[in-house]
């Protein structure tokens, strides 16, 4: 088939195809978020455009933001689909670093196509083109290679024939994925080859599953059944799998008491017996008190973030770690017991090696015993008050009026550990997305916008503070315009509440966080009038005073988004210093004149580093 490089690629990205958990097929790539410059516009624009009914190209208006928007598509249909963003060349290309990083932490699948300068290099130095002294194949598209899981730059409309099945091998691999750059210099999008009919064919990307060593499942087993108070610890790589079911039903097989992590969260439901609540410095305080009883630890699916360790002081000295996770890297994470395969292979197989035996009863009560006060606990922040409502509150509101094919959201700041720590899931098929590997803030609207997408059976909430609004909020009007429903609550505490709380709780000055500690020039400076801005982009606005005005708001913004499809924007003011504590240490520097080295000093010498051979459980002696 004789054609443009560009035509190429957008014939070969139809023809890719995904199979879903329940055995659909849909397409791999299923949208394309797109800004044109001089660097793309002729070239992939036009071959967009001519296939325009098979690939939807949706508009966006920050390629940071429509990049993220893509990432949040990715993970509402766990790593499934796959977005697809494309800018032109310089600043534009630039501008979608940012959420390459989202992705690469996340492990979650993401294709970056970014205009490049000429090849040829004729017209040098291009509009945009930064030019190095030292390096003249050097182009600004080079930063993406730091958060990139393959790069490419396509110098030869051949070169296509080469690259494109790996960039499919590392999009769809779960052990691999992640975000992958194909670099598109403009005079090479434009240049014709004839390519084999072959690449054109149609593709279906199944789920890949790969099954561990039977002599690791051997040791695991053998180091399972000889643990008296072992925990299980389901991560994001048991979401990807689709083996929530199946992890849940080896934990009531074995009595082994179970915990999530940030990406792991809602995969239980919260008051099944054996739930002990989320892992944590953002999850509950119950999970972090039965983590440090345990003498053994079998994580499945998680890279173990500090988060989720409470920076390795969540556990007892003399655990036992054992691993199962795709990737190997993850796996092998602190001198872990690796068990490397897809996490429901490995659970299945695991069953069979550890046969009838089952935890004693007292212990897996107990994970249900802690719950039931961390449950007391959130009650508590969550029972209603007049004057200005809290994190807790509002969350708890938003709880209580989702539905079990709802999906939440949110990324940075306090909310977070709210979400993490106060949501109670009906269990079934994963329903919230908390971007909390790269914490980055502005996912949330544009992250919804792609979720919503994916997303059209249920009401896509995305919650937010004042800071994270003024960070990113484009999509909004991208969304509106495109005609995609969501709810986004914007919780406004004038400033960045969650840092303040650091900085002063480690005995530092209250500086350049809330607004009333910020340097400014006016002795009554602007306020940000949220919902007019919010109105001004598209959406239906709702303000809310109190706990009982935010009720009533949230319930019919959730009626009108659906109604009018487009996002509905509720602005409630909450308290500025009320948290939901998890009571776990996390590390940071702390200067040595602050009040808060003491607490660090304290803590660092139960900071878990490396797992020896033979605190495992098992005997790795030459046989």
Same mark, same amino acid.
């Given at each position: 088939?004789?054609?443009?490089?560009?035509?190429?690629?957008?014939?070969?990205?139809?023809?890719?195809?995904?199979?879903?958990?329940?055995?659909?097929?849909?397409?791999?790539?299923?949208?394309?978020?797109?800004?044109?410059? @001089?660097?793309?516009?002729?070239?992939?624009?036009?071959?967009?455009?001519?296939?325009?009914?098979?690939?939807?190209?949706?508009?966006?208006?920050?390629?940071?933001?429509?990049?993220?928007?893509?990432?949040?598509?990715?993970?509402?249909?766990?790593?499934?689909?796959?977005?697809?963003?494309?800018?032109?060349?310089?600043?534009?290309?630039?501008?979608?670093?940012?959420?390459?990083?989202?992705?690469?932490?996340?492990?979650?699948?993401?294709?970056?196509?970014?205009?490049?300068?000429?090849?040829?290099?004729?017209?040098?130095?291009?509009?945009?083109?930064?030019? @190095?002294?030292?390096?003249?194949?050097?182009?600004?598209?080079?930063?993406?290679?730091?958060?990139?899981?393959?790069?490419?730059?396509?110098?030869?409309?051949?070169?296509?024939?080469?690259?494109?099945?790996?960039?499919?091998?590392?999009?769809?691999?779960?052990?691999?994925?992640?975000?992958?750059?194909?670099?598109?210099?403009?005079?090479?999008?434009?240049?014709?080859?004839?390519?084999?009919?072959?690449?054109?064919?149609?593709?279906?990307?199944?789920?890949?599953?790969?099954?561990?060593?039977?002599?690791?499942?051997?040791?695991?087993?053998?180091?399972?059944?000889?643990?008296?108070?072992?925990?299980?610890?389901?991560?994001?790589?048991?979401?990807?799998?689709?083996?929530?079911?199946?992890?849940?039903?080896?934990?009531?097989? @074995?009595?082994?008491?179970?915990?999530?992590?940030?990406?792991?969260?809602?995969?239980?439901?919260?008051?099944?017996?054996?739930?002990?609540?989320?892992?944590?410095?953002?999850?509950?305080?119950?999970?972090?008190?039965?983590?440090?009883?345990?003498?053994?630890?079998?994580?499945?699916?998680?890279?173990?973030?500090?988060?989720?360790?409470?920076?390795?002081?969540?556990?007892?000295?003399?655990?036992?770690?054992?691993?199962?996770?795709?990737?190997?890297?993850?796996?092998?994470?602190?001198?872990?017991?690796?068990?490397?395969?897809?996490?429901?292979?490995?659970?299945?197989?695991?069953?069979?090696?550890?046969?009838?035996?089952?935890?004693?009863?007292?212990?897996?009560?107990?994970?249900?015993?802690?719950?039931?006060?961390?449950?007391?606990?959130?009650?508590?922040?969550?029972?209603?008050?007049?004057?200005?409502?809290?994190?807790?509150?509002?969350?708890?509101?938003?709880?209580?009026?989702?539905?079990?094919?709802?999906?939440?959201?949110?990324?940075?700041?306090?909310?977070?550990?709210?979400?993490?720590?106060?949501?109670?899931?009906?269990?079934?098929?994963?329903?919230?997305?908390?971007?909390?590997?790269?914490?980055?803030?502005?996912?949330?609207?544009?992250?919804?916008?792609?979720?919503?997408?994916?997303?059209?059976?249920?009401?896509?909430?995305?919650?937010?503070?004042?800071?994270?609004?003024?960070?990113?909020?484009?999509?909004?009007?991208?969304?509106?315009?495109?005609?995609?429903?969501?709810?986004?609550?914007?919780?406004?505490?004038?400033?960045?509440?969650?840092?303040?709380?650091?900085?002063?709780?480690?005995?530092?000055?209250?500086?350049?966080?809330?607004?009333?500690?910020?340097?400014?020039?006016?002795?009554?400076?602007?306020?940000?009038?949220?919902?007019?801005?919010?109105?001004?982009?598209?959406?239906?606005?709702?303000?809310?005073?109190?706990?009982?005005?935010?009720?009533?708001?949230?319930?019919?913004?959730?009626?009108?988004?659906?109604?009018?499809?487009?996002?509905?924007?509720?602005?409630?003011?909450?308290?500025?210093?009320?948290?939901?504590?998890?009571?776990?240490?996390?590390?940071?520097?702390?200067?040595?004149?602050?009040?808060?080295?003491?607490?660090?000093?304290?803590?660092?010498?139960?900071?878990?580093?490396?797992?020896?051979?033979?605190?495992?459980?098992?005997?790795?002696?030459?046989?």
């Amino acid at each position: 088939m004789k054609s443009t490089t560009a035509q190429a690629l957008v014939a070969w990205l139809v023809a890719q195809r995904s199979e879903t958990f329940d055995g659909r097929e849909v397409p791999l790539f299923p949208a394309v978020f797109a800004i044109f410059g @001089h660097g793309n516009v002729l070239g992939l624009g036009t071959a967009l455009h001519e296939r325009r009914d098979e690939i939807p190209v949706w508009r966006g208006h920050t390629e940071e933001g429509m990049a993220l928007a893509a990432v949040g598509y990715a993970k509402a249909t766990h790593r499934r689909q796959v977005g697809i963003a494309t800018s032109s060349i310089g600043p534009g290309a630039l501008n979608m670093v940012t959420a390459a990083g989202v992705a690469h932490a996340n492990r979650l699948p993401l294709l970056l196509l970014p205009g490049d300068t000429f090849t040829g290099r004729a017209p040098d130095p291009v509009l945009q083109q930064v030019e @190095h002294f030292g390096d003249a194949t050097g182009t600004v598209n080079d930063a993406f290679r730091a958060v990139s899981r393959y790069f490419d730059r396509i110098t030869r409309p051949e070169q296509l024939i080469a690259t494109l099945p790996q960039v499919a091998r590392v999009l769809t691999d779960p052990a691999e994925t992640g975000p992958v750059t194909l670099a598109l210099p403009q005079d090479v999008q434009a240049e014709t080859y004839d390519f084999p009919d072959a690449l054109f064919e149609p593709v279906l990307h199944r789920i890949l599953r790969p099954r561990p060593d039977s002599r690791d499942l051997a040791d695991a087993a053998t180091a399972l059944r000889s643990a008296r108070r072992p925990l299980l610890v389901l991560g994001g790589g048991v979401r990807y799998s689709g083996a929530g079911r199946v992890a849940l039903e080896f934990a009531e097989r @074995h009595g082994i008491p179970v915990t999530e992590t940030t990406a792991g969260r809602t995969l239980v439901r919260h008051d099944h017996p054996l739930y002990s609540g989320p892992l944590g410095v953002t999850g509950s305080e119950s999970a972090n008190l039965l983590a440090a009883e345990a003498d053994l630890v079998l994580a499945v699916g998680t890279r173990l973030q500090d988060f989720t360790t409470a920076s390795w002081t969540v556990f007892a000295p003399d655990v036992r770690l054992v691993t199962v996770n795709a990737a190997r890297f993850d796996a092998v994470k602190h001198g872990a017991l690796a068990v490397v395969g897809d996490a429901g292979a490995s659970i299945t197989e695991l069953t069979a090696h550890v046969q009838d035996w089952r935890v004693d009863a007292a212990w897996s009560d107990r994970a249900g015993t802690l719950r039931t006060t961390w449950d007391a606990h959130i009650d508590t922040l969550r029972a209603p008050t007049t004057g200005t409502p809290s994190y807790a509150q509002v969350v708890g509101v938003v709880n209580e009026l989702s539905t079990a094919s709802d999906y939440v959201m949110t990324a940075s700041g306090g909310l977070p550990g709210e979400l993490i720590g106060g949501w109670r899931a009906t269990g079934g098929a994963p329903t919230m997305d908390v971007e909390y590997g790269f914490s980055c803030m502005g996912y949330e609207l544009a992250g919804a916008w792609g979720a919503a997408m994916a997303h059209p059976d249920g009401v896509v909430t995305t919650m937010l503070g004042d800071g994270s609004y003024l960070m990113l909020n484009s999509e909004l009007f991208s969304a509106a315009f495109a005609g995609h429903p969501l709810v986004a609550v914007v919780c406004d505490n004038d400033g960045y509440a969650v840092i303040a709380r650091l900085q002063q709780g480690q005995g530092g000055a209250a500086f350049n966080n809330f607004y009333a500690d910020c340097r400014t020039n006016h002795a009554d400076p602007p306020r940000v009038d949220f919902a007019a801005h919010a109105r001004a982009l598209g959406c239906d606005v709702f303000t809310a005073e109190g706990l009982d005005d935010f009720r009533t708001a949230y319930d019919r913004a959730r009626t009108t988004a659906r109604d009018r499809s487009r996002p509905a924007v509720v602005v409630v003011r909450t308290q500025p210093s009320s948290w939901t504590e998890a009571g776990a240490w996390w590390e940071v520097g702390v200067p040595a004149h602050l009040a808060g080295r003491a607490d660090h000093e304290a803590a660092k010498p139960r900071q878990l580093r490396y797992l020896q051979p033979g605190s495992r459980g098992v005997d790795h002696s030459p046989r």
